[in-house]
T-cell receptor, first 109, second 113 residues
Framework: DAKTTQPPSMDCAEGRAANLPCNHS???????VYWYRQIHSQGPQYIIH???NNETNEMASLIITEDRKSSTLILPHATLRDTAVYYC??????????FGRGTQLTVWP | KAGVTQTPRYLIKTRGQQVTLSCSPI?????VSWYQQTPGQGLQFLFE???????NKGNFPGRFSGRQFSNSRSEMNVSTLELGDSALYLC????????????FGSGTQLSVL
């Protein structure tokens, strides 16, 4: 199964861009990268996903390297409400999800 | 559209007992998956059900089992509870199509004493 590696914690000033990295060096060609976040005591919330191309939605942007071994989630203008644990996930061809330990993002005023 | 509903929200059991947790998916969703979250191990995949059949399974002992009903509602059962089973149990639903995003419930916090 493809696995992911993320830094345990990061912080960011409110209003600045938050760039969260993820390594997934064993990812297979048809496995997608997903990002979820979890605010304390709630279930994870979907943010964005991609296969090869960069993606953008109303919440964030996802940059995937050409070799697909790593990706970066970008929150363009972080707010205090973006403080959460962010999970980079690879969904394997068997449909199993590997969450990893995630990155605790703290946005400070 | 109502979200994923998990009941109960909190549960306290003692070692050796069994427990059943319930998950009602979003209307129209046919896939339900279950996850265990602990401070030590993080989020771990338990199993996934699609159209009443277990489609995927994680690396958990046989004490952890589940089922899905014809209305897509799912239950998870843990028998012979151990202290280490104390965790937040999350379920998620999706349409079941490949690479479809998951919608999570708020979880059931299980404490085993």
């Amino acid at each position: 199964d493809a696995k992911t590696t993320q830094p345990p914690s990061m912080d960011c000033a409110e209003g600045r861009a938050a760039n969260l990295p993820c390594n997934h060096s064993t990812i297979s060609g048809n496995e997608y990268v997903y990002w979820y976040r979890q605010i304390h005591s709630q279930g994870p919330q979907y943010i964005i996903h991609g296969l090869k191309n960069n993606e953008t939605n109303e919440m964030a942007s996802l940059i995937i390297t050409e070799d697909r071994k790593s990706s970066t989630l970008i929150l363009p203008h972080a707010t205090l409400r973006d403080t959460a644990v962010y999970y980079c996930i690879v969904i394997t061809t068997l449909g199993r999800l590997y969450f990893g330990r995630g990155t605790q993002l703290t946005v400070w005023p | 559209k109502a979200g994923v509903t998990q009941t109960p929200r909190y549960l306290i059991k003692t070692r050796g007992q069994q427990v059943t947790l319930s998950c009602s998916p979003i209307s129209g969703h046919r896939s339900v998956s279950w996850y265990q979250q602990t401070p030590g191990q993080g989020l771990q995949f338990l199993f996934e059900y699609f159209s009443e059949t277990q489609r995927n399974k994680g690396n958990f002992p046989g004490r952890f089992s589940g089922r899905q009903f014809s209305n897509s509602r799912s239950e998870m059962n843990v028998s012979t509870l151990e202290l280490g089973d104390s965790a937040l149990y999350l379920c998620a639903s999706s349409t079941g199509a490949n690479n479809e995003k998951l919608f999570f419930g708020s979880g059931t916090q299980l404490s085993v004493l």
